[in-house]
């Protein structure tokens, strides 16, 4: 999508701050989707005015997250597995906490998005990161990548 290809009608029909929430949610589940297109685009389209930017990247942010905790939530549910399944999670659990920071590889991909953040914060919950953690580094570490690619875009145009 260019800056010129913003999309217009979502725009008109929901607000630019609506409908940057929307785009967030559906691209948190929908990986064509891609909201760090649209905010530059937005952030193009606006310059040389930014007061608008700041919302824009809270918003984003939150729709994120508000993408993602449903899939959170729905992985919460596979500890409960028994059998099999139960042994394997728990030897990946193990895996997991041998010396590595669930938190900071959450934070890492949810500003960075290496490792991949739609893997990471699908498995958030099946690793027991408690719902208060994975919100708060969620919000923070989106927010803070859509501040760096707004910026970069804004000071750009």
């Known amino acids: 999508m260019t800056p010129e290809g913003l999309p217009e009608e979502l725009i008109e029909a929901l607000g ?3 409908g940057t929430f929307l785009v967030a949610a559906i691209s948190s589940v929908v990986p064509l989707v891609a ?3 649209f905010l530059v685009g937005v952030a193009l389209a ?3 005015a ?3 930017l700041p ?3 809270l918003l984003a942010a939150a729709g994120q997250l508000a993408g ?7 992985t919460r549910g596979v500890a409960g597995l028994s059998g099999p399944h139960r042994a394997r999670l728990e030897r990946v659990r193990a895996w997991v906490d041998r010396g590595r920071s ?3 590889v959450l934070a890492a991909s949810a500003v960075f998005g290496l490792p991949p953040f739609s893997l990471v914060a699908t498995a958030a919950g099946a690793l027991a990161i408690p719902a208060r953690t994975f919100c708060l580094i969620v919000f923070a570490g989106r927010a803070l990548r859509f501040a760096v690619l707004v910026a970069a875009a804004a000071l750009a145009a």
Not at 68 to 74: N, S, V
Request: net charge positive; glycine share 0%.
């Open 16 to 18: 630019l701050y609506a």
């Open 35 to 37: 909201i760090e297109i």
């Open 46 to 48: 606006l310059a040389p």
């Open 50 to 52: 930014v007061a608008p």
């Open 55 to 57: 919302a824009l990247v």
């Open 68 to 74: 993602k905790l449903p899939i959170y939530y729905a």
């Open 102 to 104: 669930k938190t900071l």
